[in-house]
């Protein structure tokens, strides 16, 4: 018998511009939504199909939130190194950790940390970028989260891939691994950026993503160091660079988008090239504000993600709805440049349609059974009139229950998909190995 789940008694936020529906209720069909509707136009059939019901009395049934960009393993290293400029930030404490510590353990162990700590906060997808990402795929896959998973392409020494010149492959050999190998993993490519790619590995590894009919993610635009970095031999931005080189399409995903001019607006607008903005790791880093109001105004297609959260450090997509639109008003001085609604529909349909999730990031029928349930009864989510609340009221913390691919994967508080506390521990133990290596090193 496929598994269904009815879920009935609750507040409906159906995508990110309907009104709130009371009295709502949804069913489930294996991994996707058969029906949804108010108690008005329920039937026996629903009841009598479901083999779970779920009596969701205060709360509110939202579409699960889509985390468009993470480095899902450098869980690890939150809190590590705050308080620097990208640059210092990178070369002087996070590549000479990831040097040190990155390997396949922790790619898994770290990548599945996040997990938890994504789908406690009612996020249940995620685009990752990261090495070893086929042990990220095998976390996210034990986790029971969606994903798209992005081996990294770096023209330096990384983990795994000590000579550059195997990078290319390196990233074959993954999507060799996992392309049809399981329904909830979209594998992908992560160039790194412009300024630490060659020309020839960009465009070897956007070919590759072409052939294979996979996405192609870099980081582009981000600190005004990229820029002058791109600039000074070749007289251009990081985004006409990517633009001269046959970079920019529909499948390409711009990671950051800060330090864009005019032109630049133009190529993305008319290649359809997508764009996740980080604002958190945007402020924490100092690397500036992303003009998303002005990307949605020529109607560049603009996603929403986290960062690896050494540089967030919070992997809660509910603040950084809230961040989002705040930065915004301040950058743009107008309280109307991106409302609570453009922020939820970043993070549900447009991160969905971005990463080429599919039919997901929306409660209907047809769709992805991606969902989450929000505890509405409490004094900081009372009254609530509209879905705005979820932007500027409600954090991760008033995730109730969660259901991924039309499986339950917490309810009530409690990851029933894995055994986080042995994560935890897993984690807290490389933790333990970095503090040595710490010890030593000043010793
Ligand atoms: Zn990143």
């Known amino acids: 018998m496929t598994d269904s789940i009815l879920i009935h008694n609750c507040t409906l936020a159906v995508t990110a511009a309907d009104t709130l529906r009371e009295d709502g209720w949804l069913l489930t069909r294996g991994d996707t939504i058969a029906a949804i509707g108010t108690a008005d136009t329920r039937t026996q059939a629903e009841t009598t199909e479901a083999t779970t019901i779920i009596d969701a009395q205060g709360k509110m049934l939202a579409p699960g939130l889509i985390n468009g960009h993470n480095h899902c393993a450098m869980t690890l290293f939150r809190g ?13 404490h996070i590549f000479p950790a990831e040097a040190a510590h990155v390997n396949e353990e922790m790619v898994y162990h770290c990548s599945k940390l996040a997990a938890a ?26 986790s029971g989260m969606r994903a ?3 081996q990294g392409v770096i023209d330096f020494p990384a983990p795994g891939v000590p000579d550059p010149a195997g990078n290319l492959e390196a990233a074959a050999r993954f999507l060799d691994e996992w392309q049809d190998r399981n329904p909830r993993i979209t594998p992908a490519i992560f160039a790194h950026s412009p300024y630490t790619c060659s020309a020839a590995t960009l465009q070897g590894a956007k070919r590759m993503a072409m052939e294979r009919q996979v996405p192609f993610f870099i980081h582009a635009a981000e600190s005004r160091q990229e820029q002058e970095m791109i600039r000074e031999p070749r007289g251009t931005s990081p985004v006409r660079h990517l633009a001269a080189l046959g970079l920019l399409d529909p499948d390409t995903i711009c990671i950051h988008g800060i330090w864009l001019d005019e032109e630049d607006l133009d190529l993305l607008a008319q290649s359809r090239a997508g ?77 969905a ?62 990851i029933l998909s894995f055994d986080v506390e042995d994560t935890m521990r897993e984690v807290r133990r490389l933790a333990g190995a970095i503090c040595e290596h710490q010890g030593r090193n000043r010793g």
């Open 275 to 351: 764009v996740i903005v980080c604002p958190q790791s945007h402020l924490k880093l100092a690397s500036g504000i992303a003009p998303v109001s002005a990307m949605l105004k020529r109607n560049i297609r603009v996603g929403l993600g986290t960062d690896g959260c050494a540089s967030n450090n919070s992997l809660d997509m509910f603040r950084e709805m809230d961040i989002l639109s705040k930065t915004q008003k301040l950058h743009t001085l107008e309280a109307t440049s991106l409302s609570a609604r453009q922020a939820l529909r970043c993070a549900t349909s447009s991160n």
């Open 353 to 414: 349609e971005i990463l080429g999730l599919g039919k997901t990031g929306q409660l209907l029928p047809g769709y992805k059974a991606d969902l989450i349930l929000l505890d509405m009864q409490q004094p900081h989510l009372s009254p609530c009139y509209n879905q705005d609340l979820l932007v500027y009221g409600a954090s991760g913390a008033d995730v109730r229950s969660v259901i991924i691919d039309g499986r339950l994967v917490m309810h009530d508080k409690k």
């Open 80 to 92: 590590l190194a705050d308080d620097l400029e990208l640059a210092a930030w990178l070369t002087e």
């Open 117 to 142: 700590e994504m789908i406690l906060s009612g996020t249940t997808s995620v685009a990752d970028g990261y090495f070893f990402e086929g042990q990220a795929a095998r976390a996210f896959v034990d």
């Open 148 to 150: 798209v998973a992005a």
